[in-house]
């Protein structure tokens, strides 16, 4: 399958292959570690919710958004968040998802299916694309898995205001990972066996397992972090015309779409995903057969001549 | 939950999956959202409101709360779960309410004095990041100014109390930093409403549960209970 006869060491592949996502791993798993080892020394450290040093706190922007709006006040902490976030999906575009969430590993751990194996489903399906429902009245510069995440966080934001508490914090993936984790810790320290230890788990693998494609059209984190990183300029995947199997030898490869968790076509711009979506997990370029990427880092080169 | 959809039937603008180029019907502009796509959100947010709903109708008991955290409803309304000040307090006296205490508290701050009890150090205030926990004047808590920080009042269970039954303990009214239990002239001990703050000492040293365990239970014979009032 390698018309240019662009070889690889099949070794060599492999393991280049394989070094992002372990990579993604590592440092998924250090995060974790990070605030569970804060946990249990006392360290008042936190969660992805909230965390930092003394008064200094840096929070999950819709969380900070919603324990505002609730209380119906505006905080220094929770400004400054906001602002934080912003900034860090300008920088780094929805670089989060991948390589500090916890969830697309936990995923892993309870359900064989991918998200990017939800959205190969629905290709076949449905032909090639899911017939759409609201293809006339869609928003301008708004589109695909985007307007529904920003929906859900929509309703998040407007039951939080309605209610007087975070909903959403109360079912969020994000959050029930680290109370399982922390309900664990205690567990063990302090012997405190409640239900939640079960519930919170089994609450996770029902969203993760019924929701599949939670990262790339539900999540309100994601969507609050994609609204901004349609301005991220840096490390956007891109696609070397000249190398491509497509564009220079009008083959029929979908290689790089189908290894996109966030459905992105950089290609032929046939996926729901598009390219503020992200989220810098190098995949696609793993698993280009014509190995024509540019490593992430390597396109802002080209770009700068 | 969210239904995933029937098949969405055949697109007119079908053609060969992976194919490159122009797909018929497509100007290469985005693609609105898929019908499965709307009905996952739909069901979310169906969801969420059900949730919001029930929990706040939902009655919840009463939980004795970390310093500045008086205020149920502004606690409530702030707290994200962090557990920033569970894992701050140093005495290990705050723990995450669970689910059985009331669904919309579920993972807020709540005391456990079995584990531990409050000094007033202000550490957990100090590192809320919502003002959940509202800051409070340290010093004055400390020296043991009601009006500065009350957790709640510590309530005696004379039935189960060793001193009131056998008269053999007087642990409470010894332990308590701020003079709030003294003995009766017959040795039992009895709470100082007005002098209480709530700190918990008495119910983390109360040895009924050890000494008593055939009665079963997790209540000890002294216990600090939440006030009504905001703190």
């Known amino acids: ?305 | 939950m969210a239904a995933e959809g029937s098949g969405a039937g055949a697109d007119a603008c079908r053609d060969d999956a992976g194919a490159p180029g122009a797909r018929r019907g497509e100007t290469g502009g985005p693609l609105a959202i898929s019908r499965r796509g709307l009905f996952a959100a739909a069901g979310v947010s169906a969801s969420l409101l059900v949730l919001g709903g029930t929990a706040a109708l939902a009655g919840h008991e009463q939980q004795v709360r970390p310093p500045g955290g008086q205020d149920v409803r502004g606690l409530l309304a702030g707290c994200n779960h962090c557990g920033r000040c569970v894992s701050v307090c140093h005495t290990r006296a705050i723990g995450f309410a669970s689910l059985t205490e009331g669904l919309i508290g579920v993972r807020t701050p709540v005391m456990r004095f079995s584990l531990g009890s409050c000094d007033f150090c202000g550490d957990c205030a100090t590192v809320c990041p919502t003002g959940a926990l509202r800051p409070f004047d340290v010093a004055a808590a400390q020296a043991g100014d009601v009006s500065a920080a009350c957790l709640g009042k510590a309530v005696l269970d004379e039935r189960i109390c060793l001193a009131w039954t056998f008269s053999s303990c007087n642990l409470c009214s010894e332990k308590c930093p701020y003079g709030a239990i003294e003995l009766s002239e017959t040795g039992q001990p009895v709470v100082l409403e007005a002098a209480c703050n709530g700190c918990g000492v008495c119910e983390n040293v109360c040895p009924v549960l050890s000494l008593r365990s055939y009665i079963g239970g997790s209540d000890r014979a002294i216990r600090v209970l939440p006030s009504t009032e905001e703190g």
Request: aromatic share 8%; proline share 4%.
């Open chain 1, 1 to 305: 399958m390698n018309p240019q006869g662009v070889q690889r060491e099949a070794s060599e592949g492999t393991s280049n292959r394989k070094r992002f996502r372990r990579l993604r791993l590592l440092t998924v798993l250090l995060v974790l570690a990070v605030y569970v080892i804060g946990l249990v020394l006392n360290t008042g450290l936190g969660s992805l919710s909230a965390f930092g040093v003394g008064s200094i706190a840096a929070m999950c922007p819709v969380g900070a958004l919603e324990t505002m709006i609730a209380g119906r006040i505006v905080l220094p902490v929770p400004l400054i968040a906001i602002a934080v976030a912003v900034a860090a999906a300008v920088f780094f575009g929805r670089a989060f998802c991948s390589w500090v969430c916890p969830v697309p590993l936990t995923r892993k751990l309870v359900t064989n299916k991918s998200e990017r194996d939800a959205f190969a489903a629905d290709r076949k399906k449905s032909g090639s694309f899911a017939k759409a429902f609201l293809r006339q009245r869609q928003w301008p510069g708004l589109g695909r898995n985007e307007t529904t995440a920003l929906g859900v966080l929509g309703v998040t934001l407007a039951t939080t205001l309605a209610f007087g508490f975070p909903v959403f914090c109360l079912v969020c993936p994000i959050g029930l990972v680290f109370a399982t984790l922390f309900a664990v810790v205690r567990l063990i320290a302090f012997n405190e066996l409640v239900i939640d230890v079960l519930v919170f788990p089994t609450l996770i693998v029902l969203e993760l397992v019924v929701l599949r494609k939670w990262c790339a059209t539900l999540c309100p984190v994601g969507g609050l972090l994609g609204l901004f990183s349609r301005l991220n300029k840096t490390w956007l995947p891109a696609v070397d015309g000249e190398k491509c199997l497509v564009t220079s030898a009008g083959a029929s490869c979908d290689a790089c779409h189908a290894a996109c968790n966030s459905d992105i076509d950089l290609v032929g711009n046939r996926g729901t995903g598009q390219l503020h979506d992200c989220t810098k997990c190098h995949a696609c370029a793993d698993h280009c057969d014509a190995r024509d990427f540019f490593p992430l880092a390597e396109a802002e080169r080209r770009k700068g001549g």
